[in-house]
């Protein structure tokens, strides 16, 4: 299936302010680059990819709706799915595209 174009929408609200913010597809969906770095995305399934500081993982992970990215049957640190149920309102959309913009925008440009 592919990404939620309603909640693509709802990013491009949250990251409109953002410097340096380009769409690419990427990963099944429609990622937000940060001057070059992947912060956040619209995933398959109506739920979020995210980019998070690789230290972070394992708290994140005790969340509700979270789960460890995993790309050819390695997990990814530093990179979350969280399910579509965890961004239904903006709140918690909020949060998560915070953290991958506070994340990315802290990365050397590409």
Known sequence: MAFDPD???RIRE???AE???EEK???GGL?????????IAANRGGGLLVRVPPEDTEQLLSREHVELM?????EMRGWLRVDAAGVRTKRQLQGWVSRGVG????????
């Open 31 to 39: 990622a937000f680059l940060i001057n070059g770095n992947m912060a």
């Open 19 to 21: 410097h340096g913010v």
């Open 70 to 74: 995993v790309m050819g049957g390695r």
């Open 103 to 110: 994340f990315a925008s802290g990365l050397p440009p590409k």
């Open 7 to 9: 909640l693509a929408d």
């Open 25 to 27: 597809r990427m990963f």
């Open 14 to 16: 949250l990251v409109a």
